[in-house]
């Protein structure tokens, strides 16, 4: 009776470690299989991103600091926001400066310690940022028109189920008023 017991139980974790390999060899397959739509999407969304990021004239260290101040309610220090995007404190302090001097970026001093600046995107600096989503927005749209209304409805009902589960990935999702400050370029 032991020994049934045992080959049941050895059985049952063989079938059990069967299970996670192939549940870990079927998330390989899906993650090389949703590398090409997003390295598409990528790829169609980026010259229409990367013209706009060349009639900005911005420096790519200055476009990441806008995404990094985006977002935020709370203003951050110059400090903190090279410490975010792992820069020297000069570079980033180089980069403020000239999105201040394009009025994209406020900065005023700490109150507590006057030697730290507190940064906040102005509203241009938020168009700024919504302006790149709508190029991003823009590939999607492109790509979502190929798709027939079945594939339509099946990728419209598994985005549905990830962001009814994924609120940090949901909250992603542009507002209206993030598009309509896109179409008001500074």
Not at 47 to 57: C, K, N, P, V
């Given at each position: ?84 995007m792992r820069i020297s404190l000069p ?40 302006s790149l989503a709508e190029g991003r ?50």
């Amino acid at each position: 009776m032991l020994a049934l017991v045992q080959a049941t139980g050895q059985a049952t974790a063989e079938q059990t470690g069967g299970r996670a390999s192939t549940r870990r060899l079927q998330r390989r397959a899906l993650t090389r299989d949703m590398y090409a739509p997003v390295a598409h999407l990528m790829r169609v969304s980026n010259a229409e991103t990367f013209a706009t990021i060349a009639e900005l004239d911005l420096s790519f260290t200055q476009i990441k600091a806008l995404y990094a101040l985006d977002g935020e309610d709370a203003e951050r220090s110059v400090k903190a926001l090279a410490d975010c995007m792992r820069i020297s404190l000069p570079a980033m302090s180089r980069a403020v400066d000239g999105l201040y001097e394009r009025g994209l970026i406020d900065r005023k001093e700490d109150p507590a310690d006057r030697r730290m600046k507190r940064l906040r995107l102005t509203p241009a600096g938020r168009a700024v940022t919504a302006s790149l989503a709508e190029g991003r927005l823009a590939g999607i749209e492109r790509f979502l028109a190929t798709l027939s209304d079945e594939e339509a409805d099946a990728l419209r009902g598994a985005l549905a189920l990830i962001l009814a589960s994924h609120a940090e990935i949901a909250e992603l999702r542009p507002t209206r008023r993030a598009a309509e400050a896109g179409a008001a370029r500074p």
